[in-house]
């Protein structure tokens, strides 16, 4: 069994640094991790890259030779790995054994994991390949700030949910950066009757419906919740790693290690 996360999120949510800082921490606690690139646009990293998408295809060659914008050519690109998932991708996971940890560093455009199928598609192959895979969601704290935003993240998180169809941890990420933590801790257990009330008074009244909906949506079921990341802290990072590694199952399957001891000696 191998283990994989699909770390997505809107473009600047801080993806890489997350995965750089996972790295580290992993290093450090002597734990084996693989970082893999699948953004064909990225061009420096903080992290050692186990694989890494531009050997297949890079987003400035099908720009120039396709005269695509960025967009369309991210698009294009990804395409272009989900047609070659059998014979790329399949040739590179034969590197890693069973018991590999892989973390998919992804782009960061909302429309790869809301609507289009490339990396459902790309999930489905790595079930295939004997992987558990979670899903991590980044959301960038500092636009957490007011119930409309909340509702807002609440929704992109939700959406992509729906199209991965995995588990899944959403992650505040930058919380080293937010300089009244009191606005965060009250969406990270909000109450309903206190929130529909404040979006009640920020929104016009023709949306009263459409408000309570959203709100009995978010708390009857308990589909999204956040989990706040300060990479600054070790135990923070810890405890991420921790919600991930419960979702996917992580060491669960492997055999129990038993210290052998010798017999007392009968004198």
């Known amino acids: 069994m191998g283990y994989a996360q699909l770390v997505i999120g809107p473009a600047g949510s801080g993806k890489s640094t997350y995965c750089s800082s996972l790295y580290q921490h992993c290093e450090t606690v002597g734990r084996s991790i693989n970082i893999v690139n699948l953004d064909p646009a990225a061009e420096n990293f903080d992290y050692p890259v186990a694989m890494d998408i531009r050997e297949l295809i890079s987003l400035d060659d099908v720009m120039e030779e396709l005269g695509l914008g960025p967009n369309g050519a991210l698009i294009y690109c990804m395409e272009e790995l989900e047609d070659n998932l059998d014979d790329w991708l399949a040739e590179e996971l034969e590197n890693y054994r069973d018991d590999d940890y892989l973390v998919f560093d992804c782009p960061g455009q909302i429309e790869l994991f809301s609507h289009v199928p490339v990396l459902r598609n790309f999930v489905e192959h790595l079930k295939s390949k004997n992987f558990n895979v979670c899903a991590v969601y980044l959301i960038d704290s500092q636009f957490i700030t007011d119930v409309t935003k909340f509702i807002s993240g609440c929704m992109a998180s939700l959406s992509a949910m729906v199209q991965l169809e995995l588990p899944h941890v959403n992650i505040l990420s930058k919380m080293d950066l937010v300089t009244n933590k009191k606005d965060i801790e009250d969406y990270l257990n909000p109450e309903p009757r206190a929130l529909l009330s404040e979006l009640n ?39 991420v790693l921790g919600q991930i590694d419960n979702c996917i199952q992580y060491g669960e399957d492997a055999d129990v290690k038993v210290r052998d001891f010798d017999p007392p000696d009968e004198d």
Not at 222 to 239: A, H, T
């Open 201 to 239: 008074q920020r929104m016009a009244p023709q949306f009263l419906k459409l408000n309570k909906a959203l709100i009995e949506l978010v708390d009857e079921y308990s589909m999204v919740n956040f989990v706040p990341l300060d990479l600054r802290k070790e135990s923070s990072i810890q405890y």
